[in-house]
Nanobody, 119 residues
């Protein structure tokens, strides 16, 4: 049973849009997106993992400067799912995108989904 499962990655042209989803396990691991701080991170080949966006239970969000104004993190509490809406995608956005859930000492990671921005 997976704790966090990402989906929605794929190949998209520059300037295009893509929406990533992160389904959290409520039944098995009691991970609720409304009580955990949720985040999206990405890692490109040869690069360190970097923060893309976070969403706190309060609704407060943080974005990396490189994606500010283009990406939006949101959640659907009923579906227990966090989304990353990506717009105006650039080749430098190409990376493996991973979902993160954090609450106190608990931290979970998804396996990641590949996003490739190319013509």
């Amino acid at each position: 049973q997976a704790q966090l499962v990402e989906s929605g990655g794929g190949l998209v042209q520059p300037g295009g849009s893509l929406r990533l989803s992160c389904a959290a396990s409520a039944r098995i691991f009691s991970i609720y997106v409304k009580t955990y701080t949720m985040g999206w991170y990405r890692q490109a080949p040869g690069k360190q993992r970097e923060l893309v966006a976070t969403l706190a239970p309060s609704g407060s969000t943080n974005y990396a400067d490189s994606v500010k104004g283009r990406f939006t993190i949101s959640r659907d509490n009923g579906k227990n799912t966090v989304y990353l809406q990506m717009r105006s995608l650039k080749p430098e956005d190409t990376a493996v995108y991973s979902c993160n859930a954090k609450l106190a000492y608990r931290e979970y990671w998804g396996q990641g989904t590949q996003v490739t921005v190319s013509s």
